[in-house]
């Protein structure tokens, strides 16, 4: 396979026509065979993957913050919308992470890893929105399970998340950080596959416009803050590495069903090896 044919893989998967602006492939390959995929790769992990012989290796997370890749937050405005969040609000609720992402974009040295590549000769690409995407839709078929059945709550959607693989797995928990486990459940929101979590001011839009649950994988403490500090829905998180791995998962094992030999390393959550 060809670093395009494993991008093409991905994008399929995640349900994208093309690569979106936070994934990219830095060093081309063919006739790959040995994969070694991780979420955070750095000029460390690029030197052992040489040195280990591997033809590819492939990170989840961006090799630094990509001038565009801002764009993969307004994600976050069609999961909103999809809940019922009016567009307009659901626009205002990502600006002020839109703007902070564009100048961070401003700020990164993009090339810093993906010169340690080429100087190696080693193909290097990264795939994340695709991937975070397929870990979203298992989450939602799990939530849309749960909703489906009589007076469901949310402590049913925390044990729903927690049971699966990856989940039971990982080093984390999934946790209710915020509301009561034993409110009932209607309209549940997957904030995942949008870059990162849409903090604070997606939550609160969501819980001000019929959304009573929120999932994230993550969230900053004093985004955590304030959300508590108003009082208003409930918010789940997975934990990251567990959250990630959902959408790794059936990525590899579509590689390996390939031919590809892949092996797992930084952080990815293999729940059957
Ligand atoms: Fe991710
Ligand atoms: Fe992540």
Not at 22 to 30: H, K, L, M, Q, T
Not at 51 to 59: E, T, Y
Not at 108 to 125: C, E, I, K, W, Y
Not at 188 to 209: D, E, R, S, W
Request: hydrophobic content about 45%; glycine content about 10%; some cysteine.
């Amino acid at each position: 396979m060809t670093t395009e044919d494993i991008m093409a893989v991905a994008l399929e998967m995640g349900g994208f026509t093309r690569p979106p602006e936070d994934s990219a492939i830095f060093v081309e390959g063919r006739n790959i065979r040995r994969v070694l995929f991780g979420v955070d790769v750095g000029a460390g992990e690029l030197h052992a993957a040489k040195q280990l012989g591997f033809d590819l290796v492939i990170a989840h997370h961006p090799a630094g913050v990509y001038i565009d890749e801002w764009k993969v937050l307004l994600r976050h405005v069609e999961f909103m919308t999809a809940a019922g969040v009016p567009e307009d609000v659901a626009r205002a609720a990502v600006a002020d992470r839109v703007e902070a992402t564009k100048l961070r974009g401003q700020i990164s040295n993009v090339d810093q890893t993906p010169s340690v590549a080429r100087l190696l000769g080693l193909p290097f690409m990264n795939i994340h929105a695709p991937l975070d995407e397929v870990g979203r839709l298992r989450m939602r078929a799990e939530v849309d399970r749960v909703l489906a059945h009589d007076h469901p709550r949310v402590a049913d959607v925390v044990d729903a998340l927690a049971t699966f693989p990856e989940m039971r797995r990982a080093a984390t928990t999934v946790q209710l950080l915020h509301g009561d486990p034993a409110r009932p459940v209607r309209n549940v929101l997957i904030g995942h596959g949008a870059l990162t979590n849409g903090g604070y001011p997606v939550a609160k839009a969501c819980f001000a416009h019929g959304v009573d649950t929120v999932v994230y994988i993550h969230i900053d403490y004093g985004e955590l803050q304030r959300l508590r500090a108003e009082g208003r829905g409930n918010l789940i998180v997975t934990g990251h590495l567990a959250g990630d791995s959902l959408g790794f998962t059936p990525f590899i094992a579509e590689l390996r069903k390939r031919g590809l030999e892949v092996t797992t390393f930084s952080g990815v959550i293999e729940p059957d090896r």
